[in-house]
């Protein structure tokens, strides 16, 4: 078993908009959970460059790993890419 699969953690994802809340985990991106759970949001490049899947973060804690096509108050509002960041806690979103 690998380190990452050591520290592998379930966690709840709550889509606000769709109503819907799913059981995630600390290791795939929010894109890819959000797809797996049914929940659609819009995308384009996958790579954290074009803002398309921006979401809101209204509750938990994340790791971003890309959010330079978000501007400075748009961070400052809780928005983060779905495509490149990774929840690390029970987090809701507005999408």
Known sequence: ????????QSLQINYQNSEITVTGD???LLLDQA???????PYSCRGGKCGRCKVQL??????????EA?????KEQ??????ST??????????
Request: hydrophobic share 35%; charged share 20%.
């Open 86 to 95: 990774i929840p690390l806690s029970d987090i809701t979103l507005k999408h």
């Open 78 to 83: 809780g928005y983060i890419l779905a495509c």
């Open 26 to 28: 600390n290791q795939q």
């Open 58 to 67: 209204t509750e938990g804690e994340v790791s971003i790993l890309n959010n």
């Open 35 to 41: 797809e797996k759970a049914g929940v659609a949001i």
């Open 70 to 74: 978000l501007t400075d108050e748009e």
């Open 1 to 8: 078993m690998t380190n990452q699969q050591e520290n592998k």
